[in-house]
Each structure stands twice: as structure tokens, then as C-alpha cells.
């Protein structure tokens, strides 16, 4: 597995430089079984030493009071939507990246259903470039399946494997022939890299605006049936098997496709998954309001749904939570719910909207959350961030105490279409530190010197 930290980055030209203290915190890595107070040492780079509390002396480091505060492992999302190239009045490298530091995150997967599409090798090369003078963590770019994301002829996945595409995904659209989706899994032995799916059936969702039930039903709306899903996965997965391929399953919102990937993982199908925290938190009761911040693809879904996703993240079905920041400019969110477009922000907001729904009610333990928030990071075949001292420091600072209201204080998000936008949301991330470097720091949290 590649370290997180091989990204590209504004950071990544001289890594290691600083050496940071984060004292008397409460540290947990769940995957490395810590749970106590320490003195975090950062220092070229790496988790240098998880002291005793109060005794770590470093010369000349940031010191940082974390007495009350939990220091956890760094987060990564392996399915961001950064809008670079072609719509970069919504989002761009530098404020995307931004936005997933003040999230927690010290890396990201960036998707590849740009303006052009990213489906060729000087596409990725150019992302790459721009990155390394832009983005404030380390961020991978994945490339199309198909040509032109149209599912008709596969993109030359070893020439984007050698020029560094991170994965293959035509996110945003479905692979609908089982025969190219069977050549690309053949494939993939070739290049080596993870392919994820979006996975609809177009003929069943049709026109649908939002999830097929009851409250679709009420608010006179179409419909996208969860079968539109699950129909997909069962299908790829049985491809998968038969090939001896392995996929990632985008954003999981039904009942059903959670119980196909039980059923794949059980058979001995090499697969893992991801859900969003609006999955996890929200139904399609959100939709009654009509507000386009709670619509998306896949649509938020029902109650048994939901709890149907929190199951699975919590017994490890669903191997990780991807925020899927899919940011709009206003113009196309401001208009009737039926014309909007789909999607919703989610890299500033992740860790506390679940936090707040999910371990606070006692639904989720919060070491299961943490290592989830990490996990796609091996989903992709990067080293999931660990607090393990030697390994490459990405960390992420966080009162759980403090209350704070999303959006308030403005976005580090050029786009404002958060589904929690306006919600007092508890536990606030104070500073990220990714491969070694302070990559964001909360405005009001203040930090000395120590030595």
C-alpha cells in the first residue's frame, strides 16, 4: 500500500519540516487498540512518540494544549467531487481541499466526472501539476472507466496507472453494459487499480427526482426505486466473482444493496463499500420540505434503510464513510426540486453530523466511527492513517464538547449546498495535521511554543 503522503500537495515538496506537540490529549486509533492519555510528538513527518502526559520536550516545536481534547487518526475520503476541471466557480483544488482539512481529513480521492471528463493520461498529469501548487492535503485523482464516461469503450487504464490515476470510476453514471463492465474487471489485473461503481439502473430510475415510497407518493414526485441500486450491485458483484476481480460500491442508500454485499462478502468476493453521512443520518422525510439540499443520487432513503446502513458501519458490511462533496453553485439549487441538481457538501460537516446522530445516541461506538472515517483509505490501497509511532504522521485535533452551528462562521467550500447547513452540530475539529504538516488550524483555537 502507498502512504498517503506520496499525494500530491503544496505540502509534499519538502515533507517533515515541522515538529508539533499535542499535549495531555486523550488519544484513540481504534486499529492500533490505544485509548489514553498521551503527549503526541510530530516530527519529520511521523508520529515520532505517544509520551506520557505533560513530559514531551521538543525544542522550538508547536506546542499545542490538548488537555480535554481527542486526538484521533486523520480521516480520507475516497469519493470527493472537486469540479476541477471545467466547473471551478463551484469548487476548484485549493477550496475543496481546504474544506476536507477543516473536516479532518488528511487525504482525498477526487472524482473524474469533470467538464471534460478526466478519461485520458495528460488529463491526470495536468491535475497532478495543479495540485502540487494548490491543495492543502494530499489528493489522488481518479480517472473515467469508459471513454467520455459513456460506458461504450474502456479507457486505457496501464497509461493512467503510469501517469498516477489512483483509481477508475465513472461516478455520476453507471457502467449499464454487463460486457464492458466484464472487460474492465479483466482487465484490471493490468493496471492494478481499484475500480468503483456507481451503481444505478437508469431504466428503473427514470425520471426520479427522489427515493420510491410513501413520501414520494405524497408529494406527487417520480420516484427512484432502491432496486435501481441494488439490481446493479448484484450484478457486478456476480461479475466480480466470476473474474476474480475485486470493485468498490459507491454510496450505499438501500435495505437491499447492503444485503448483496453481506451475501458477496460472505461467498468470498473481494468488494468493499462506502456510505455517506447524509445515508446515515437522514430519510426521505427531509424531503417534505422541498428543499434541494436533501436531494442527492442516491436519493435519501427510508427509515428501514437507514438503519439497514448504520447496521452494516457498524458490523464492518460497509467498510467506510465517504462524504461523496458534491458542491453546486446556487443558481441550481435556488430553483423547484424537481429541476435541481443533485448532490450535497459534506467534507466540513462528516465527522460531527455523525458524531452528533450516531455516537451520541449510542447507535455507533465513537472508535468504530473513527476507524470508518479512515478506512477508505485502504478501500483504495493507501495505508490507513494510524497513530502507531513510525508511521506518517495524519492527525486530526477535536473538542467533542463543542457545540457549533454548520455554517455559521461561513464555508471553506466555495458551494453552500450542505443538508446541515443551519443544524447545531457537537464535536468540532480544531486542527488536522496531514503527512506531517498543520494543514488546517479551527480560527479561535490557539497554539504556543514549546521549550
Known sequence: MRAIGSLDWRGGAEPGREAVILREARVVDPRAGIDAPHDV???EGRVAELAAPGSAELPEAELIEAKDLLVTPAF???HVHLRTPGREDEEDIETGTRAA???G???IVAMANTDPPV???AAVESLRERARAEAAI???FAATLTRGMRGEELTDATELAQVGAVALSDDGLPVCSAGVMRRALQYQALADLPIALHEEDPALSGAGVMHEGRVSARLGLAGIPSV????????DLALAAYEGARVHIQHLSAAESVAAIERAKGAGVSVTCEATPHHLTLTDEAVMSLDARFKMNPPLRAESDRQALIAALRSGVIDCV???HAPHSQDEKEVPFEQAAMGVTGLETAFAALYTDLVEPGLLELGTLIERLGAGAAALGFEPPTLVPGAEANLVLIDLEREWEAGADGWESRSRNSCFAGRTLRGRVLVTIAAGRVAYRQRSFAMGVAG
Not at 435501481?228 to 450484478?235: G, K, N, Q, V, W
Open 41 to 43: 510528538v510530530v516530527r
Open 119 to 121: 478519461d485520458n493520461p
Open 322 to 324: 465517504a462524504t461523496d
Open 138 to 140: 494530499p489528493t489522488g
Open 105 to 107: 481529513y488528511c487525504g
Open 228 to 235: 435501481s441500486e441494488s439490481t446493479l450491485i448484484e450484478r
Open 101 to 103: 482539512a477543516a473536516g
Open 76 to 78: 480520507f475520503d475516497p
